[in-house]
């Protein structure tokens, strides 16, 4: 199994959350600050993988750091992990996120959005803090992977949001492929490897090794994401079962559909697919998962997250073969039980 990861996961969700509330205020003498505070709470310490902060600690103790000298750019990458969510969740009209109401749905978008804004502001204002700890350099280099992952990020949303907007089904991996690494890889895999390996002081060519890691891993990430989507149990998955259908997403699995199903299964997929969220009926949804599992696009879909997955760990294993040291061998054998568990986990 993945007992490693999930120890390391437990471990960083722990020290991260504590890390967050004792940062994220919590008072105020005016009653509707207070409140807003208190939504700034809900989605960061909603329970949740912490896998990019533990990418980013795990990676500076690889390259000989002390964990401890990472832990605000970790809990940065956590902060921005919430403000995308509940922009994400507003911009996809999701209903749940964690297994509860997505923030939207409780308390409405323009608090909604204002919260992410509020999260986004706090962001930078941790990681303003690292100047104490790690001087000015390095810290102005910690910003810089934030602008430039925050970039790619919404390059990548955008990709996305504008595929369904447009009623695009003319897409191939190679599309799927340049979506997923600007909206997920770098702010999931790259960058949070990077950050971390920078603190603990690797040269800039060991950073850039972690952008074909990064990038394998991430599609990787994502593409099980995707099939999680259809074939989760929402009480693990703690989201909609079947939402990426109702949300007109092109994932992987949809893209192989399309390619291997006959035209007139082509034309019903593509009009379902188009209608409105609110317009999508059980049926429609349940045939199209159907239509998934008779043409192998789900299993296809796993076997190409396999496939990343296992190429990111060996050319990990090959890049930092010298890395040599009693903590590094220990980061490394985390890392390798976190690629597997990004590839077999359940939620």
């Known amino acids: 199994m993945f007992q490693l990861a999930l120890d390391y996961l437990q471990e960083t969700q722990s020290r991260v959350e504590a890390r967050l509330v004792d940062f994220l205020p919590k008072s105020h003498s005016a009653p509707e600050i207070e409140r807003f505070y208190r939504l700034m709470l809900d989605y960061p310490t909603r329970p949740g993988k912490r896998l990019r902060p533990a990418l980013c600690l795990l990676m500076c103790q690889a390259f000989g750091g002390e964990a401890k000298k990472a832990i605000d750019t970790a809990v940065a990458l956590e902060l921005l992990q919430s403000w995308l969510l509940i922009h994400d969740d507003i911009e996809d009209a999701s209903i749940l996120r964690r297994g509860v109401p997505c923030l939207h749905q409780e308390h409405g978008i323009p608090l909604a959005i204002n919260v992410g804004d509020g999260l986004h502001c706090k962001m930078w204002e941790i990681l303003i803090r690292n100047q104490v700890d790690l001087g000015y350099d390095l810290t102005f280099q910690i910003l810089s992977e934030f602008i430039q992952l925050s970039n790619r990020v919404v390059e990548g949303q955008h990709i996305e949001l504008s595929w369904v907007a447009n009623n695009t089904w003319t897409l191939t991996e190679q599309d799927y492929w340049q979506m997923c690494v600007q909206k ?164």
């Open 184 to 347: 997920t890889a770098w702010y999931t895999c790259i960058t949070p490897c990077r950050l971390g390996a920078l603190i603990g002081g690797a040269e800039a060519g060991e950073l850039d090794a972690f952008i074909e890691i990064g990038m394998n891993l991430g599609v990787a990430f994502q593409i099980q994401d995707d099939v999680l989507n259809l074939v989760g149990e929402e009480r693990v998955y703690g989201k909609e079962i079947g939402g990426d259908i109702e949300e007109g997403k092109r994932t992987l699995i949809l893209i192989h559909l399309l390619k291997t199903c006959s035209e007139v299964e082509q034309e019903r997929l593509t009009h379902i697919m188009d209608k409105p969220r609110g317009e999508k009926t059980a049926d429609d949804i349940q045939h199209i998962l159907e239509l998934a599992k008779l043409y192998g696009s789900i299993a296809y879909a796993q076997q190409r997250a396999k496939s990343l997955a296992d190429k990111a760990h060996q050319a990990f294993q090959h890049r930092f073969a010298h890395l040599g040291d009693s903590a590094a061998r220990e980061a490394k054998s985390v890392f390798s039980n976190l690629i597997r568990f990004i590839i077999e986990r359940k939620h």
